[in-house]
């Protein structure tokens, strides 16, 4: 009965569909290293099969909404029925990812997409990452005895599991991350002039590429710009006016920080060249500017269910410019 149940809210999971009393309840199963285990290897295959084969995943979709509007005391029958005929899949699934993981060696790394907005994985050692949309996770199938260590392309928020004795690093392309146990997010997309680092909790020492190294306090943000010799904090402000680092007390760093877990955008005196780039990836568009000075343009704005032209049109208010659509391409110009 347990197996059923943990496989029903696995399947409300990947269908963000999970209630906050089955998020908790989803929580509990995932503190058992084999519940864990087999969730590791259902999200995998379906994270795969997503990618690869539409057909499966349109009957995946299908059968999550079926399940959504029926309630186990109104449709006792029809529900069950459907429950156990989910269960079935969902074991098959489990079967499948049990003999991958025989056919995968323990230390191989592995690469997870989110390719459907925002995607969780949980790790090996019970660390929960929440990867933004078309960001990039590698991490190993099993972490070693005495490093965990793994790498990050694009934006994600760490949970990180507490073990004094086994470091948690987090690498990207200009910053390495070291943490013994803490939650904070990381923004390191390739197209962008600085990588960051925001502590929400914790404790988090930070190496840039050129051997320097500060250590985070929560509410504390780092930053580090894409090329060597220009290492800074929010603590060290004065020394990035370039940069325009502001300190931010701890309410606003987790409504500008981490805003992007709920759907919402906030923008916090930031270029229009900067704030193009974060709508191109959340709404898989391609932003062009025909007039060049267009792109220094500076906004603060927050957006929670605003579509793109109600973003666009929003933006007009505070400048000046135009913008035409065409298929998936924007162009903006004077």
């Not at 156990?84 to 049990?98: D, T």
């Not at 062009?288 to 000075?293: E, T």
């Amino acid at each position: 009965m347990q197996q059923e149940r943990f496989e029903y809210l696995v399947s409300k999971e990947l269908g963000d569909r999970l209630t906050t009393s089955e998020q908790d309840e989803l929580r509990t199963f995932l503190g058992d290293a084999e519940w864990r285990m087999q969730y590791n290897l259902l999200q995998q295959y379906w994270s795969e099969k997503h990618s690869q084969n539409t057909r499966d995943r349109e009957l995946f979709q299908q059968i999550l909404e079926k399940m959504q509007p029926l309630e186990l005391d109104n449709h006792p029958t029809h529900f069950r029925r459907l429950y156990y005929w989910f269960g079935g899949v969902a074991s098959i699934l489990v079967c499948v990812g049990l003999w991958l993981l025989l056919k995968i060696n323990s230390s191989e790394q592995r690469q997870f997409i989110a390719d459907q907005k925002q995607q969780k994985v949980i790790l090996d050692d019970g660390t929960e990452v929440i990867l933004n949309y078309k960001s990039t996770l590698l991490y190993p199938n099993k972490f070693s005895d005495n490093l965990r260590e793994v790498t990050v392309v694009g934006e994600a928020f760490f949970r990180v599991a507490k073990e004094a004795d086994r470091p948690f690093i987090v690498k990207t392309k200009h910053a390495q991350l070291k943490v013994l146990g803490t939650s904070f997010n990381v923004r390191a997309y390739p197209d962008e002039p600085t990588t960051e680092a925001s502590l929400i909790e914790g404790a988090l020492e930070v190496h840039d590429e050129e051997g320097e190294t500060m250590i985070l306090r929560p509410s504390e943000k780092a930053v580090i710009t894409n090329q060597p010799k220009n290492f800074t904090s929010k603590s060290k402000r004065k020394t990035a006016k370039k940069l325009k680092i502001q300190f931010l007390r701890p309410t606003d760093l987790h409504a500008v920080e981490t805003t992007w877990l709920e759907n919402k955008l906030v923008f916090k005196d930031v270029t229009f060249d900067e704030l193009a780039k974060t709508l191109a990836r959340k709404y898989d568009v391609r932003v062009d500017f025909k007039d060049i000075g267009l792109t220094k343009l500076r906004f603060s704005a927050r957006f929670e269910d605003e579509n793109l032209d109600q973003i666009l049109q929003a933006l007009q208010l505070a400048a000046s410019f135009q913008y035409e659509k065409q298929n998936n391409k924007i162009m903006i110009y004077k």
